[in-house]
């Protein structure tokens, strides 16, 4: 991470309320899903998966060649694997904590302005 954390405070209020709208915009019929598939099955391929692409990312990583992209999926993958509640829901703040800096990398690259919420509370992207 870059030395600019510790005063990105204020980018990160302004984003942590998009994604606020943003989840106040999600279904709430989502509540009663279950978090994972936990047949033989289920478990078995989470695992498959999570080794498969922790093994992909740390090659990528290996070679200089990694991204964000390859932190998200190995993060998805290592949720999806069989675990406490607690447990998950550590993992998943974590996975979030890590989309907002990328979002937040996005946000410093960019010229222009941030993604702003218009009049009717849909998040709208910059003007190109």
């Given amino acids: 991470m870059s030395g600019d954390k510790d005063n990105s ?7 942590l309320d998009e994604i606020h709208i943003a989840r106040l915009q999600c279904p709430d019929d989502f509540d ?3 978090d994972v598939d936990n047949s033989a099955h289920g478990r078995m391929a989470a695992k498959q998966v999570a080794v498969i692409t922790a093994d992909g990312v740390a090659r990528r990583f290996l070679e200089g060649r ?3 992209s390859h932190i998200a999926m190995d993060g998805l993958a290592q949720i999806c694997l069989p675990m406490s509640d607690a447990e998950r829901r550590e993992r998943l703040i974590r996975f979030v904590a890590m989309h907002v800096a990328w979002i937040e ?3 410093r690259r960019n010229v ?4 702003t919420q218009p009049q009717n509370g849909a998040i709208q992207p910059p003007p190109a």
Avoid: V
């Fill in 9 to 15: 405070y204020g980018e990160t209020k302004r984003l």
């Fill in 32 to 34: 009663n899903l279950p």
């Fill in 66 to 68: 990694g991204t964000w």
């Fill in 105 to 107: 990398a996005i946000d």
């Fill in 112 to 115: 222009e302005k941030p993604p």
